[in-house]
C-alpha cells in the first residue's frame, strides 16, 4: 500500500513538472529567439515604436483618458466588480483552481524579466482578465483589459491600479510598462 501511494506521488509530481517544462519550453524565448526581445526588433519597444506607449499615445493611459482607470470606471475593478477576481470567484484562482499555475492542469503563460529568464505565470481568468503569478506560483495581482485596444492595466489583489500596463507587442505577447512609460523589460508569453 505504502509503494502504491508513494508510486502515485512520484507520478503525479513528474506529470505536473513535464507538463509545466513543456508548456515552457513552447514559450521560452532563451529556446525561441523569435519570442525575445532582445533578438527580435518587432517585440522590442525600444526598437518599435508602434508598441511603444511613449511614442503611440492610443496606448499610453496618462496621454488617452479611455485607459486610465482613475478617469474610466468601466475598466476599475473597484466600481466593476465583474472585473475584480478577488470578489468575482469565477475569476478567483483560489476558487477556480485550474487558473492557479500550482495546479497540474493549468495552461497558460508565462512572464520573463529582461534577461528571458522567468519570474512569473500569467493565467487568463477571461477576455478582459489576467491573473498575475509570482515564480512561486503565488497570486499577487491581475490585469484588466483597458478597452478595444489590446492593452491592460495592472492591479494589487486590494483593487489598486499600480500605474502599470501592457501593451501588446504585436506577437502574441505583452510588454510591461511603468506608469511614465518606461518599459520594464518584463514581457509576457
Not at 505504502?2 to 517544462?21: D, G, N
Not at 517585440?43 to 488617452?64: F, G, R, T, V
Not at 497570486?139 to 495592472?154: L, Q
Amino acid at each position: 500500500m505504502k509503494r502504491i501511494i508513494l508510486l502515485s506521488v512520484v507520478l503525479i509530481y513528474t506529470a505536473h513538472t513535464s507538463f509545466c517544462q513543456t508548456g515552457l519550453q513552447k514559450h521560452n524565448p532563451l529556446i525561441d529567439y523569435n519570442l525575445s526581445p532582445t533578438h527580435n526588433n518587432k517585440i522590442n519597444p525600444s526598437l518599435n515604436s508602434s508598441i511603444n506607449p511613449k511614442d503611440n499615445w492610443n496606448i499610453n493611459p496618462a496621454h488617452n483618458e479611455s485607459l486610465d482607470p482613475s478617469k474610466n470606471r468601466a475598466i476599475s475593478p473597484m466600481f466593476n466588480p465583474s472585473f475584480n477576481p478577488v470578489t468575482y470567484q469565477v475569476l478567483n484562482p483560489m476558487f477556480s483552481t485550474s487558473l492557479n499555475p500550482k495546479n497540474a492542469n493549468w495552461s497558460g503563460n508565462f512572464l520573463f524579466d529582461k534577461d528571458d529568464k522567468l519570474v512569473g505565470f500569467i493565467s487568463i481568468a477571461c477576455q478582459n482578465v489576467l491573473l498575475s503569478f509570482n515564480a512561486n506560483g503565488e497570486w499577487v495581482g491581475y490585469f484588466v483589459k483597458s478597452s478595444a485596444t489590446d492593452t491592460f492595466n495592472e492591479f494589487s489583489l486590494q483593487g489598486s491600479w499600480t500605474g502599470n500596463f501592457l501593451c501588446s507587442d504585436s506577437n502574441e505577447g505583452y510588454n510591461l510598462f511603468s506608469s511614465d512609460g518606461e518599459w520594464t523589460g518584463k514581457h509576457i508569453k
